[in-house]
């Protein structure tokens, strides 16, 4: 069935590094692609998205790329702060309501 | 923050007993879904409902039932609880849907736990 990949699953980096996490997703109908953070004792929320018609999209220091051809997206992470400190899903969805999600990625980060 | 409540927030049963976990909107979105996250699993989808009365299963449906009464209110049931149920609950609520999906607003989530 269809499924989506996420690595890696935990990620430790440095106040002020970048922190970048990839998914692959095996439906190629898939045409939307959300990030969710998900803090402590919280539901997700969303952070960002990208459509299956965009390549690339930046809010402030967050970035997600999409590779259709290749059916990975990425976000990105720069200059890392503690408070985005957190565990981030990615969902790939084909509309209707068939969103599959990611396992999450913990991403902690140093002070 | 949307607008979205689930009760109870914890909850211990025991097995074999039917339990009732509530989600209650105030943002009037017709769209609402019940997922259950487990570590390694991420979120999955039990049950989703596209309007009052109007409910269908997810990918994780066995064991779950639903039903949704008025607009705000959309319920996820357990007819016998399994220790295999002890997990995360997320209720979640969306505006439209259609070929290109939109945001989903989630709920604190309801943390069950099967003895």
């Known amino acids: 069935g269809e499924n989506v990949e996420q690595h890696p699953s935990t990620l430790s980096v440095q106040e002020g590094d970048s922190a970048v996490i990839k998914c692959t997703y095996s439906?190629?109908?898939?045409?939307?692609f959300p990030w969710y953070k998900q803090e402590l004792g919280k539901g997700p929320q969303l952070i960002i998205d990208?459509?299956?018609?965009?390549g690339e999209k930046k809010d402030q220091r967050i970035a997600v790329t999409l590779n259709k051809t290749a059916k990975h997206f990425s976000l990105h992470i720069t200059e890392t702060q503690p408070e985005d400190s957190a565990v981030y899903f990615c969902?790939?969805?084909?509309?209707?309501?068939?969103?599959?999600f990611g396992a999450g990625t913990r991403l902690f980060v140093k002070a | 923050d949307a607008g979205i409540t689930q009760s109870p927030r914890h909850k211990v049963t025991e097995t074999g007993t039917p339990v009732t976990l509530r989600c209650h909107q105030t943002?009037?979105?017709?769209?609402m879904y019940w997922y259950r996250q487990d570590p390694g699993h991420g979120l999955r989808l039990i049950h989703y409902?596209?309007?009052?009365?109007?409910?269908d299963k997810g990918e994780v449906s066995d064991g779950y039932s639903v039903s949704r009464s008025k607009t705000e209110d959309f319920l996820l049931t357990l007819e016998s609880a399994t220790s295999s149920q002890t997990s995360v609950y997320f209720c979640a609520i969306s505006e439209s849907h259609g070929v290109m999906n939109t945001e989903a607003f989630f709920g604190q989530g309801t943390r069950l736990t099967v003895v």
């Open positions: 990208i459509r299956s018609n965009v």
């Open positions: 439906d190629s109908a898939s045409n939307y």
């Open positions: 969902a790939a969805s084909t509309g209707g309501f068939k969103t599959i």
């Open positions: 409902s596209y309007g009052v009365k109007d409910t």
């Open positions: 943002e009037n979105h017709r769209y």
